[in-house]
Nanobody, 125 residues
Framework: QVQLVESGGGLVQAGASLRLSCAAS????????MGWFRQAPGKEREFVAA????????DYSDPVKGRFTIFRDIVKNTMYLQMDSLEPEDTAVYYC??????????????????WGQGTQVTVSS
């Protein structure tokens, strides 16, 4: 099993930045790709960004492309999401996820093996 713990959420004003972290523990050797999802009130959970653990290839959803940056620290077994130019529409609970197959970051869009508990991000206008 893999345990994922998110941190770094909070309340910020539009235009501000936040950095989320996702620390992985347990059988981390089984992780191929990790990613971020978010769920706003009354909406379905949606894909945000992903990164292949070995090669560092990335994938982003259109709404965040150019504003968010995903990266990882293999030594610390931690993934990050740098969120810049935040908008009220970014308000959601952000979840990290991991999948134990494929080095293609896009695979996590449709398959997730492990989830974190989520961290709230609120952007005020």
């Amino acid at each position: 099993q893999v345990q994922l713990v998110e941190s770094g959420g909070g309340l910020v004003q539009a235009g501000a930045s936040l950095r989320l972290s996702c620390a992985a523990s347990g059988r981390t050797w089984s992780i191929y790709t990790m990613g971020w999802f978010r769920q706003a009130p009354g909406k379905e959970r949606e894909f945000v960004a992903a990164i292949s653990w070995g090669g560092g290839r990335t994938d982003y959803s259109d709404p965040v492309k150019g504003r968010f940056t995903i990266f990882r620290d293999i030594v610390k077994n931690t993934m990050y999401l740098q969120m810049d130019s935040l908008e009220p529409e970014d308000t959601a609970v952000y979840y990290c996820a991991a999948v134990g197959t494929s080095n293609s970051p896009a695979v996590i869009r449709t398959r997730q093996d492990f989830w974190g508990q989520g961290t709230q991000v609120t952007v005020s206008s």
